[in-house]
C-alpha cells in the first residue's frame, strides 16, 4: 500500500522430529506396528500422505487470518529446489572444513532416539533432586579416602578419574595416584584439573565421567582418559555395568545406592535443588551420550553475523533481545546437525566398506572417490530442520542459481518471529546468509511475544490448551481476532488469550460496519472525484474531523514505522470510535438531513466520504475483511499505490501520508470547548438521573474564547446534550436547586427543578456518595501498602490513581448537587 514491491514468502519447515513422532504413533495406533517393521522407504511414504492430508493446516490458518501472501511462491523446506540448495550447503561447508564428522558428546533423548542441539534442550531449574555424597578409598593408604559429591550416583559405574584444584594443599600429594572405584574396584586416577574443580565447593574432590557429562566430557580430552558409556540409547546400563546391567538408569541408580549404603561407601544423603534437561518435544529427560555425529564448526560462521548487528546493518526489536543475541553467539558451540530420523534430508555422505574414506557429495555416490570401491553406503542420518530453515531467505528465492527473485529480494527488510526461536533460525540464518550471500538476509528482526492461554501457560498439545485460529475466525471472524492481537502486541509482552476480549474488538468491528452503512445511505450518489477541500464550505465539525483525521495517519504512520502495533490500533481504535462516531457523524446528521443548505450538506458529504475512505486505508492491514468489503462501495476514487494509478482493490490502494497542512489547531480548541460542555451536561443528567428524553435548559458562565465557542456554535450543543435551551453569559449566577460542572474556562449550571424528584434523589445521592467514598478509602489503602506499588506493573497502579481521581472529581460533583438542592 505504500508502492513498494512487496514479497511475504508463504511456507513451512518439516518438522522433522515432531512430524516423526506424529506418523509413528498413528502407525502404531492403526496398524500395531513401528517404522522398523516397514522399513524406510515405506514410512517416508506414509509421511508424505500424512503431509499432504495434514501439513497445510497452517497454510489454511495463514489464508483464513487474511494474511497477505504471495501463495504462488509457497515453499516447503523438502521440496526439490530446497534440498538441493541443502545439499550445496552441506558439501560447501564439509569442503571449507566446517562440516565435520566426530566422535563426541552429544545430547539424545531415549524416546525419540535421536541427538539434540543444546537449543533442543529445555531445562527444568529449580527440580528438587538428591545429592550423595560417596566416599572413594585412596589406593594403597588404608584409612584414607576422598568424598565425591554427585546427583547421578549411577554413573560412577563410568568414572574414570577424580579431579582436585592443583592449589589445594588438602590433596596435592595425591595427585598421579589412584582411588579405588566403589563397587567395581577398578582403579582410577587422580588428576588436577583447575577448570573443573572449584576448592571452595563441597570436599573440593570431584567425580570425571567423560562419558555422561559435558565437563567431564572436556575434562577428559585435557588429561586423555579414557571414556566408558554405561548406557545405550534407550538409556538402559550396558555391559560394562556387570551386575547391574540391562535395567533402566534410573532402576540402576537405586540399585547402585543400596549397595553403596550396604558396603559402606555412602556417607550422606541432602535435598538439593538442580537444572534437569529435558526433550523439547517430548519432554524425556535427556541423556549426555559418547555418539558418531555430524557438527557445524559455529564459531566462523558466528563472528560476521555479530558484526551485522553490532553495525547497525542488522536491527533486532525490541532492542532487549540484542544483548541476548550477542552473549548466545560470542559463547557458541558446535551445533550438532544429524539426527537419527528417517523423515529429513538424508546427510550426503557415502562410507565405503572397502577402504573407510568418506564421500561427500552433491550427486549420489555409486563409487568409492578414493579407491573406487561399489562397496559404498550412505549415512543414515538426516540433518536437523533448523539446518534446512537457516537457507530460508535464500533457498525460497531459487539459491543456488542467481535467479531475478534472488537479486530482487535479497536481502529482505523484516524478519518477524517469536522471541523464542532467535537461536533455533534467526541466529542461523544471520549465520547461514552471511556466509553464502555476503550480506545479512535482513535488515531488521521483530520479534513478537508469546500467546498463552487464559491462565498464561504455554498453548501445549500435550496440556490440551491448543487455540486453533481457525476455531475462532469462524465464530467471530478474522478481523476481531486480528485487531484484538494487534491492540495486545505490546513489545516484550508476551499476552494470555482472551476470548472475551476478541468478542469484544467483534464490536469495533460492528461498529465500523455500521457507521459505513450510515454514511454509505447519504454519500453513494457522489460522483467518484478527488478530495478536495478548499472548493467546500467547511462547517466546525468539517474541519475539526479533517483535522483529527491528519493526526491520526501521522501517529499511526509513526507507530507503524516503530513497530507499534499495539499504539496503531489503540489510535485508529480512538479516532474511529471516539471521534469519528460519537462526535462528527452525530454533529453531522443535522446537515445530511437538510435540504435547504445545500451547501453545508454537499460539504459534510465529501468530508464523510473523505473521512471513512481514510479510515479504511488505515484500518486494512489490521482488518483486510470488513475495510474490503465496505470500500468496494465507497464513491471515491480508486487510487493505487503503485505507478498503475488506479486500482480494484484496497490492497493496491495508496495507504494514508502524513499532512501537517490538514492540521486546524483553531478548529480543534474550539471542538474541545464544546466537547468538554456537552460531556459535562451529559455527566450530570446521568448522575441525577434526569430521563433522558426530557428536553433541560442549560446556563453556562464563560468569558472571551468559550464564551464565544458557545455563542457561535450553540446549536452544536444543543442537539448533542439534547437541550431546550443554552444561555451563556459572563455574568450569569447559579440557578436555585442545580447541578453544576465545572470545565475549562466554563461553569456549567443544569437546573432540575421539576425534573426529578428532589427527596428521592436525595436518599440516592447520599447512597452513591457513600459508596464512591468507600471505594475511594479501599483504593487509598491499597495504594498506601507499599507492596501491591512495588510488585504490581506499572500500569495497574496508574489505572488505579486515574480511578481514583476520577472518584474524586464525581464526588465534588455529587456533594455539590446535594447541597443545592438539598
Excluded at 70 to 93: C, H, I, N, Y
Amino acid at each position: 500500500m505504500l508502492g513498494h514491491n512487496t514479497l511475504w514468502m508463504p511456507g513451512t519447515d518439516h518438522a522433522g522430529i515432531a512430524t516423526q513422532m506424529v506418523v509413528e504413533r498413528e502407525l502404531k495406533r492403526t496398524e500395531h506396528k513401528t517404522r522398523h517393521d516397514i522399513g524406510r522407504e515405506e514410512f517416508v511414504k506414509r509421511v508424505w500422505q500424512w503431509k499432504e492430508q495434514y501439513g497445510n493446516r497452517i497454510s489454511l490458518q495463514l489464508r483464513a487470518l487474511g494474511s497477505s501472501l504471495d501463495w504462488q511462491r509457497e515453499r516447503f523446506t523438502m521440496d526439490a529446489q530446497l534440498s538441493r540448495a541443502v545439499r550445496e550447503v552441506f558439501v560447501r561447508l564439509y569442503e571449507e572444513g566446517l562440516v565435520y564428522r566426530a566422535h563426541r558428546l552429544i545430547n539424545w533423548c531415549p524416546r525419540c532416539q535421536t541427538a539434540l542441539s543444546d537449543l533442543e534442550v529445555e531445562h527444568d531449574e529449580g527440580h528438587a533432586g538428591s545429592l550423595w555424597h560417596i566416599a572413594y578409598p585412596v589406593t594403597g593408604e588404608p584409612g584414607r579416602e576422598v568424598v565425591v559429591a554427585t546427583t547421578r550416583p549411577e554413573t560412577m559405574l563410568a568414572d574414570t578419574a577424580v579431579a582436585v584444584h592443583p592449589e589445594d594443599e588438602r590433596y596435592t600429594d595425591l595427585v598421579g595416584k589412584t582411588v579405588t572405584l566403589p563397587l567395581v574396584g577398578r582403579q582410577i586416577p587422580v588428576v588436577a584439573d583447575d577448570i573443573l574443580v572449584d576448592r571452595e565447593f563441597g570436599s573440593g574432590v570431584v567425580k570425571v565421567t567423560p562419558g555422561h557429562d559435558f565437563n567431564d566430557f572436556e575434562t577428559g580430552l585435557r588429561h586423555n582418559l579414557p571414556m566408558i558409556s554405561m548406557l545405550d540409547s534407550w538409556a538402559k546400563t550396558t555391559d560394562v555395568c556387570g551386575k547391574y546391567a540391562g535395567v533402566d538408569r534410573f532402576e540402576a541408580r537405586k540399585m547402585v545406592l543400596a549397595d553403596l549404603e550396604v558396603e559402606g561407601f555412602l556417607r550422606k544423603t541432602e535435598s538439593h535443588s538442580l537444572s534437569i534437561g529435558k526433550c523439547q518435544r517430548c519432554e524425556t529427560i535427556v541423556e549426555p551420550m559418547l555418539s558418531d555425529q555430524w557438527f557445524v564448526r559455529t564459531k566462523p560462521l558466528a563472528e560476521p553475523a555479530v558484526a551485522a548487528v553490532e553495525d547497525g546493518r542488522v536491527r533486532i526489536i525490541p532492542e532487549s533481545h540484542t544483548k541476548t543475541y550477542f552473549h548466545w553467539m560470542r559463547n557458541i558451540q558446535d551445533w550438532c546437525i544429524s539426527r537419527q530420523l528417517w523423515w529429513g534430508h538424508q546427510i550426503p555422505a557415502w562410507y565405503c566398506r572397502t577402504c573407510g574414506h568418506v564421500n561427500v557429495s552433491r550427486e549420489d555416490v555409486t563409487a568409492c572417490a578414493a579407491c573406487g570401491s561399489k562397496e559404498v553406503v550412505r549415512d543414515e542420518d538426516v540433518l536437523d530442520t533448523w539446518f534446512s530453515s537457516a537457507l530460508w531467505p535464500f533457498s525460497t528465492l531459487g539459491w543456488p542459481e542467481d535467479t531475478p527473485a534472488l537479486k530482487t529480494f535479497y536481502p529482505t527488510n523484516v524478519m518477524e518471529t517469536g522471541y523464542d526461536i532467535l537461536f533455533f533460525w534467526v541466529a542461523r540464518m544471520m549465520m547461514m546468509g552471511m556466509k553464502f550471500m555476503g550480506e545479512p538476509p535482513f535488515k531488521t528482526v521483530y520479534l513478537h511475544g508469546m500467546v498463552l492461554d487464559k491462565h498464561g501457560q504455554k498453548m501445549s498439545k500435550v496440556k490440551g490448551n491448543v487455540v486453533d485460529p481457525l476455531d475462532v475466525t469462524q465464530e467471530v471472524g478474522a478481523d476481531s481476532l486480528r485487531f484484538y492481537l494487534a491492540v495486545m502486541s505490546g513489545q516484550e509482552r508476551s499476552l494470555r488469550f482472551d476470548m472475551e476480549r476478541v468478542v469484544g474488538y467483534r464490536n469495533f468491528i460492528n461498529k465500523v460496519w455500521n457507521a459505513a452503512r450510515f454514511a454509505l445511505n447519504h454519500i453513494s450518489e457522489l460522483p467518484a472525484e478527488p478530495f478536495s477541500p478548499q472548493t467546500l464550505v467547511l462547517s466546525l465539525a468539517d474541519r475539526w474531523i479533517l483535522s483529527r483525521l491528519a493526526q491520526t495517519v501521522s501517529r499511526v504512520s509513526s507507530a507503524l514505522e516503530e513497530y507499534r502495533f499495539d499504539i496503531a490500533a489503540d489510535t485508529l481504535y480512538h479516532f474511529f470510535w471516539h471521534e469519528f462516531c460519537d462526535w462528527y457523524i452525530e454533529m453531522v446528521k443535522t446537515p445530511l438531513a437538510d435540504d435547504t443548505h445545500t451547501e453545508r450538506k454537499h460539504a459534510a458529504m465529501r468530508v464523510l466520504a473523505h473521512a471513512l475512505d481514510v479510515s479504511l486505508r488505515l484500518l486494512h492491514p489490521i482488518m483486510p475483511y470488513v475495510t474490503e468489503e465496505l470500500w468496494q462501495k465507497l464513491p471515491v476514487p480508486r487510487h493505487s499505490a503503485s505507478m498503475s494509478g488506479v486500482t480494484d482493490t484496497i490492497v493496491l490502494a495508496s495507504y494514508p501520508r502524513p499532512d501537517a497542512e490538514s492540521r486546524d489547531e483553531q478548529a480543534e480548541r474550539e471542538m474541545a470547548a464544546i466537547q468538554e460542555t456537552v460531556t459535562a451536561i451529559r455527566t450530570i443528567r446521568s448522575e441525577t438521573r434526569v430521563p433522558p428524553a426530557a428536553k433541560i435548559a442549560v446556563v453556562v458562565r464563560a468569558d472571551g474564547f468559550v464564551r464565544a465557542t458557545l455563542e457561535r456554535h450553540a446549536s452544536y450543543v444543543t442537539d448533542l446534550a439534547r437541550l431546550e435551551s443554552l444561555t451563556v453569559s459572563s455574568d450569569a449566577s447559579r440557578p436555585r436547586a442545580s447541578a453544576t460542572a465545572v470545565v475549562q474556562g466554563a461553569a456549567i449550571y443544569v437546573p432540575l427543578e421539576g425534573l426529578i424528584d428532589f427527596e428521592q434523589e436525595k436518599q440516592q445521592l447520599a447512597k452513591e456518595i457513600a459508596r464512591i467514598e468507600s471505594y475511594v478509602a479501599a483504593t487509598r489503602k491499597k495504594l498506601g501498602n507499599e507492596s501491591f506499588v512495588s510488585r504490581a506493573p506499572a500500569e495497574v497502579v496508574q489505572t488505579e490513581r486515574e480511578k481514583i481521581a476520577a472518584a474524586e472529581a464525581s464526588l465534588e460533583r455529587l456533594r455539590d448537587t446535594l447541597v443545592s438542592i438539598g
